[in-house]
């Protein structure tokens, strides 16, 4: 078992910076040596200065053979502002020229059971029965230790690779989410966390909490990158 390795950045921006060359340095390996890279988004306001970022960086990566899978998405519609397809499409996506088959979009709109085995199903065409194995998988944290749309002591409707979450306490309740078990089997794993808000449920994972986020982050081997929202200056 390999420990989370926590990196405290001085400045929101440092962070984005060097988040942004991590998924440089994992899309690059992973072009180089499958040929495909395998990227799951995370939701929620954090991740959208870094996907600015990356819009900045549109001559970094051949972004038109990136796979682009999202950690979770609200059941809302596609062009909702709570979802978090726009949110990635709005800071980046929509101008990084990609092909619809390379957006592999959380049917949210759908009854929610339909929609998590839509999106299983999307994962098992893609990857085969052994299931995903995606590349890099970036992620949130919540205030009360969860992560994507997985919330602690909220049962979720069963699913292998993905579950319907209904009765979330962050709104909309309606969700669908990998599983833990998904977020594992992939090759690398990036939380992004910041504001003063989150420090506890950061010192949850490092005391190994068995908050959702915590759980993610022990289950394999887990990158957090932490600023307490100071600006540095
Ligand atoms: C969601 C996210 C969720 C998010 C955390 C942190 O759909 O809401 O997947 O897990 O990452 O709640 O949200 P912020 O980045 O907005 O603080």
Partial sequence: MTDPAFTEFRTLEEL???AAARVLHCGREALAVRGRFHL??????????????LARRANDLEWALVDFWWGDERCVPRD???SNFKMAWDAWLSGAGLTDARVHRIRA???LPVAAKDYESQLLTEFGAQGPAFDLVLLGLGSDGHSASLFPDLAVQPGQWVVGVSHAPKS???RVS?????FAAARNRLFLVTGEDKA???EGIRRRTDAPGS????AAPSEIYWNSGSTGV
């Fill in 16 to 18: 984005h910076a060097a």
């Fill in 40 to 53: 799951v988004l995370a939701g929620g306001n954090t991740p959208r200065a870094l996907y600015a970022e």
């Fill in 80 to 82: 909702h502002a709570a």
């Fill in 109 to 111: 709109e759908l009854e």
């Fill in 172 to 174: 909309p309740p309606e």
């Fill in 178 to 182: 990998l599983s833990e078990k998904a």
């Fill in 200 to 202: 506890q449920a950061l």
């Fill in 215 to 218: 759980r993610i982050a022990w």
